[in-house]
């Protein structure tokens, strides 16, 4: 079966430090995953997706993502957090051959001046 | 232009009446969405279209109904609304229903049943 897990209910990050938000992941087969943002009041938004190829993806708003097989992970990035990063991202994994997304619980990020 | 658009943004209404939401996208996406997003920010799949047909509709109570009179409409009708209805409604597109595809998703129907 397949599932994602988003460990942390919340991360905290001072401004203008790395951030990372966990992501892990459960398929059987090659995974296609994907994160996504979403501001207080509003829809989400997608920021990246790794589907094949390099392992690093980069994604909108300077983030970027490492897809690590071995860890089946896929954790948020960010070099320098911004407060308006401060929001709610969620991890979503889908099998290759499989159209149903599965999603995580949701990290919520709050970033401090 | 707003690429997936829901109305209304806000419904409050009584327990047991019958209310609808509106769905539309223009982004040519052959696939379409509901979610619904409670208190907690859990993201629940409820039904996907994909070509107006029906794809996913997973464990939901059969007093909400979707409708697809298009590709670019999907409409969530809801009867005898309960409390536990009260939550965050998202629709969304995708191209299709390729693996790889993102979803777009519209700014959110706040339901609140009283």
């Known amino acids: 079966a397949q599932s994602v897990a988003q460990p942390e209910d919340q991360v905290n990050v001072a401004e203008g430090n790395p951030l990372t938000v966990k992501c892990t992941y459960s398929?059987?087969?090659?995974?296609?995953l994907f994160w996504y943002v979403q501001y207080p009041n509003r829809g989400l938004q997608f920021l990246l997706k790794y589907i094949t190829g390099d392992n690093l993806v980069k994604g909108s708003y300077g983030f970027e993502a490492e897809f690590n097989k071995s860890q089946t992970s896929f954790h948020l990035k960010k070099p320098s957090a911004l407060v308006s990063d401060s929001a709610l991202y969620f991890c979503a994994v889908r099998e290759a051959s499989n159209y149903q997304l599965i999603w995580g619980a949701g990290t919520k990020l709050i970033i401090k001046p | 232009d707003t690429a997936v658009s829901q109305t209304p943004k806000y419904l409050v209404t009584q327990m047991g009446n019958d209310k609808s939401i509106k769905c539309e996208q223009n982004l040519g996406h052959d696939t379409m969405y509901w979610y619904k997003q409670d208190s907690k920010k859990f993201l629940k799949i409820m039904f996907s279209?994909?070509?107006?047909?029906?794809?996913i509709n997973e464990t939901v109570p059969n007093r909400f109904s979707p409708k697809s009179p298009d590709k670019a409409h999907l409409n969530l009708h809801i009867n005898s609304l309960e409390l536990g209805d009260s939550a965050v409604y998202f629709c969304?597109?995708?191209?299709?229903?390729?693996?790889?595809?993102?979803?777009?998703f519209g700014p959110g129907t706040r339901l609140t049943v009283l």
């Open positions: 969304a597109s995708s191209p299709g229903l390729a693996g790889r595809d993102e979803q777009f």
């Open positions: 279209y994909n070509n107006k047909e029906l794809i």
């Open positions: 398929v059987s087969g090659n995974p296609y």
